[in-house]
């Protein structure tokens, strides 16, 4: 959520901080929706204003700088390179609150050496609560309850009559749409750690079913490296309790910021979920934690139905549309102005489209150039393709601009 106005800004609270000279200079605010912000002193303008760096950040990144996994310098790098990091101007004199905030995206052309620090430094020290951060309880700002252990889990459904009957096509859909959720959430784990392009399969075993509606006991034998599968059960537990809060700026700091998972796995488990709910479903997850055997659980019912407009939101903003010119050589099986269509044959495929608007008119006012079907052609097409992760549709269009 980013800042508008001085109102929004006086509305924060102190949080965290890091350094205090005179007045606290780095420390974390934040916000009755609980949307956190760095703030870095850097100097005072020749104005009388005072210069900040300032930006929103996750709490899991909260968490790494006070636990001294990166320094100021690295951290405030990394924000410059995913393009968060802001300048912000403030004006302490100032006495309308409705005023907007002056904000500046630090870019290459404006980038200053100077307003970095030196070196790294690490925080070890809350100047707020005069405490060491090793002593402070920060577990509102966990993302996760701790790494679920997914050699053993349960998935119950149960129906709003609670009877033990389910539908065999229903039970089929919905077991399809959790494999194929929990494959692409272990896919954008081992992405980080290794460039693949196919997507991973995990083996869920069967290993008892229990007279719920429907239960199942899920075993998974396999390991790897990376601790694939109980990372992948751990950001599922995560996407299903951030949906149940109706926060679309969660889900958005684990896709966009955090990158725990991509929008095809996010669509996945939307699927998922309204797989659940369709028929007024509800789903249980259990499993125990892995740093103890503690179990936890995460549900989805009907109480949670209506959250679902969270991720149609997030999949709906998502759509996009790529375009390119491609070159191809074939058969002009069939052509028509007036149609307005073409196609072609090629070793490969047999690409249908529309003619370009210029190419239309550059044929109608030029008798020496024609479409000649079941003749070679060499065509230049703009290839347009739109991803709707909403719709779930990927649809590509092919565009004639010119011909050979």
Do not use: C
Request: aromatic content about 12%.
């Amino acid at each position: 959520m980013m800042l508008n106005n001085y109102s929004d800004l006086m509305n924060l609270e102190l949080f965290l901080v890091y350094a205090h000279f005179d007045f606290p200079n780095i420390f974390i605010s934040k916000s009755k929706l609980n949307n956190y912000y760095i703030n870095y002193y850097i100097e005072e303008l020749e104005n009388g204003n005072d210069l900040w760096f300032f930006t929103e950040i996750t709490p899991s990144e909260i968490s790494e700088i006070n636990k001294q996994k990166i320094g100021s310098l690295t951290f405030l790098e990394k924000l410059y390179k995913e393009k968060r990091l802001n300048y912000l101007e403030i004006d302490s004199n100032i006495d309308n609150q409705a005023m907007p905030l002056k904000f500046e995206l630090v870019t290459s052309e404006n980038y200053d050496s100077q307003a970095f620090p030196d070196s790294d430094f690490f925080f070890d020290f809350d100047y707020l609560t005069e405490k060491s951060l090793n002593e402070l309880d920060l577990k509102e700002i966990e993302l996760t309850p701790g790494k679920m252990n997914s050699k053993s889990f349960k998935l119950i459904l149960k129906d709003y009559r609670d009877s033990h009957e389910i539908n065999l096509k229903k039970i089929t859909g919905i077991l399809n749409s959790f494999q194929n959720a929990f494959d692409n959430l272990a896919t954008d784990i081992t992405r980080k750690f290794v460039p693949i392009t196919e997507t991973i399969n995990i083996d869920l075993n069967i290993k008892a079913f229990f007279p719920s509606s429907f239960g199942i006991q899920f075993q998974i034998n396999q390991g790897d490296l990376f601790n694939t599968a109980d990372l992948a059960l751990t950001n599922l537990f995560k996407i299903i309790d951030d949906v149940k809060k109706g926060d679309e700026s969660l889900l958005e700091n684990s896709l966009d910021k955090e990158k725990h998972y991509s929008v095809e796995t996010l669509k996945n488990v939307s699927k998922l979920l309204k797989n659940v709910s369709s028929d007024g479903y509800s789903m249980i997850i259990e499993a125990d934690g892995v740093e103890n055997e503690e179990m936890r659980k995460i549900s989805f019912d009907a109480s949670s139905f209506g959250k679902l407009e969270t991720i149609n939101k997030i999949l709906k903003s998502k759509t996009r549309t790529t375009s390119e010119i491609e070159e191809v050589e074939g058969l002009l099986i069939s052509a028509s102005i007036v149609g307005n269509r073409f196609r072609i044959m090629t070793e490969e495929e047999i690409i249908n489209g529309t003619l370009d608007r210029n190419l239309i008119e550059n044929l109608q006012n030029d008798p020496s150039r024609s479409l000649n079907v079941s003749n070679p052609i060499k065509a230049y097409l703009r290839k347009e393709r739109t991803i709707d992760y909403y719709e779930d549709t990927d649809v590509i269009k092919y565009k004639l601009i010119n011909f050979e």
